[in-house]
């Protein structure tokens, strides 16, 4: 049902679902592209850019442009914040507790970043774990148990949790992936 529009899917990292716009929404290369939930047709998300993971949160979507955390308000598709996070390596996976914080995985220098977003306008950041002695992909908050839980990048790779009350990790389970 994709064929023949304009706009196209082509290296996806990513995809957030905007419950209140009933849409997709997709990394596709730098860009983001809007998929309708009931038509399937592709648009661009306004002039957005994404590399790599996002998060929908109190309607913002928020996206990894590089080393840049960008702020897309949903309703405007209008550019609302912009954070760079000094030092970054490759920024990677993001995840949210729904309420004003975000996580974000360094793959290269092993670190999950966590960001205030509570005031968008003046958002802050700190590195809460320097090293995961492995390399971080994606993550996600475990909610039930106000933690944090990321798969990493290579053979063999643990399931890691971080305890956000000490920021320790430890290994959930090891596998043969």
């Known amino acids: 049902p994709l064929a023949g529009i304009s706009q196209s899917l082509n290296s996806i990292e990513a995809v957030e679902y905007d419950h209140d716009n ?3 929404l997709v990394t596709n290369s730098s860009s983001i592209i809007a998929i309708d939930h009931q038509t399937q047709e592709l648009s661009y998300f306004g002039n957005g850019t994404a590399t790599h993971g996002m998060e929908v949160m109190n309607n913002t979507l928020f996206a990894i442009s590089g080393g840049v955390i960008k702020g897309y308000d949903l309703t405007t598709e ?3 914040m912009s954070l760079s996070i000094s030092g970054a390596g490759f920024l990677n996976g ?3 507790d729904g309420l004003g914080r975000l996580w974000v995985t360094d793959f290269s220098n092993k670190d999950v970043i966590e960001i205030d977003v509570t005031d968008i306008d003046n ?3 700190e590195t809460v774990v320097s090293n995961t002695v492995s390399t971080p992909n994606g993550i996600v908050y475990d909610e039930t148990n106000d933690r944090l839980i990321f798969v990493n990048w290579g053979g063999s790779a643990a399931i890691k949790t971080v305890n956000l009350d000490t920021y320790a ?7 043969s992936l």
Not at 169 to 175: A, E, L, M, Q
């Open 78 to 80: 209008d550019e609302v």
């Open 94 to 96: 993001m995840a949210s």
């Open 169 to 175: 990790v430890s290994t959930i389970t090891n596998t």
């Open 123 to 125: 958002p802050t950041y």
């Open 22 to 24: 009933s849409r997709f």
